[in-house]
């Protein structure tokens, strides 16, 4: 009976090859046949669809939508609509907030997954608690750290992040990992804009290499500040002395993400002291909790430019070609 339906499968196939290259306009099923020929299989959780289906177009790849249905206790009911591929399934998801359950969600989408293929790869665009890398105050757990080992007990081929807060957290994952930059896509928006004598700031040491690889690719030089933070009441502070080079200039401040807007609220404020011109935002994952984006703009944003690894107002800059080539 398989046998049957197997040679009628590459009989239609076939048939339907010979039909298009002879009458291509005039054969109906062609969206059919294109479906038989995908290779790889992406699911979109919650929360990433649109940039799932994006990656799926990429690929030219089978979509799957999730469902999600919330019950009174809180827990979620995940159901993927359909049956993947048995070749490589790509699990797509954010874990920003509620990042938690998005957290549980991807996990369980890892594991349907697992149940068709052998080959799964995760997409964690934006990867939460990726800030908790190291035990930074005594009896604090590393998070990251707990997250990478349920990653791999769940037999995954592969995780792929965007611009993951630092390497210690990726380092965490004993599964091959990789982080793409969403530095050039950026750099490739701000390119559009016209911009008086443009700088490139880091808000902290930490994302100096990253400032400093934007302003290669942008073709200027960058500065970083000296940010402090409070490790018990997480505020900042901005510890620099006066820098003269930002006076009159467009500042773009670069970040790889933005959540209460603290550090770049500090950073302006400092900057537009040392009489800079306009201040422009970059950053990968603009999670923007609560009024943020209202704050920055108080405070003299002219524009914040984010990556649709988190989706939103200012995620303008697509990061799906990125992944695609990351995946293939
Ligand atoms: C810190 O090192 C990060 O790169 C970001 O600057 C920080 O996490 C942003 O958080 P917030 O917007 O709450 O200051």
Do not use: W
Request: contains cysteine.
């Amino acid at each position: 009976m398989k046998t049957l339906s197997f040679t009628f499968i590459i009989t239609f196939v076939t048939a339907t090859k010979v039909a298009l290259s002879i009458f291509p306009s005039k054969v109906k099923s062609r969206p059919y046949l294109d479906e038989l020929l995908k290779k790889f299989t992406v699911i979109g959780g919650n929360a990433s669809e649109e940039l799932a289906k994006k990656i799926a177009k990429k690929l030219n790849a089978v979509y799957l939508k999730s469902n999600l249905r919330i019950f009174p206790d809180g827990e979620g009911k995940i159901t993927i609509n359909g049956k993947p591929k048995k070749g490589k399934i790509i699990v797509v998801q954010s874990t920003y907030p509620p990042v938690d359950s998005h957290l549980i969600q991807a996990l369980s989408l890892i594991s349907k997954a697992k149940q068709y293929s052998s080959n799964v790869i995760a997409v964690i665009p934006y990867f939460g608690y990726a800030r908790q890398d190291r035990e930074f105050l005594p009896g604090e757990i590393v998070t990251m750290d707990v997250i990478a080992k349920l990653f791999k007990a769940l037999g995954l081929s592969k995780v792929i992040v965007v611009d993951i807060h630092s390497k210690i957290a990726l380092d965490h994952f004993k599964i091959p990992s990789e982080n793409v930059s969403a530095m050039p896509q950026l750099v490739n928006y701000f390119k559009k804009l016209r911009l008086k004598e443009p700088l490139v700031v880091s808000p902290d040491l930490g994302g100096a290499l990253r400032a400093k690889e934007f302003a290669k690719l942008f073709g200027t030089s960058y500065v970083a500040l000296k940010k402090q933070r409070n490790r018990k009441t997480g505020k900042v502070q901005i510890r620099s002395s006066n820098l003269n080079e930002v006076k009159g200039r467009d500042l773009i401040i670069v970040d790889d993400m933005i959540s209460t807007g603290g550090s770049i609220i500090k950073a302006t404020e400092f900057l537009k002291k040392q009489k800079c011109n306009r201040v422009f935002v970059a950053c990968t994952h603009a999670l923007l909790r609560e009024d943020a984006e209202k704050k920055i703009k108080k405070y003299g944003v002219s524009k914040i430019v984010s990556a649709n690894t988190i989706p939103g107002n200012t995620a303008v800059v697509d990061v799906s070609g990125i992944i695609a080539k990351a995946i293939v």
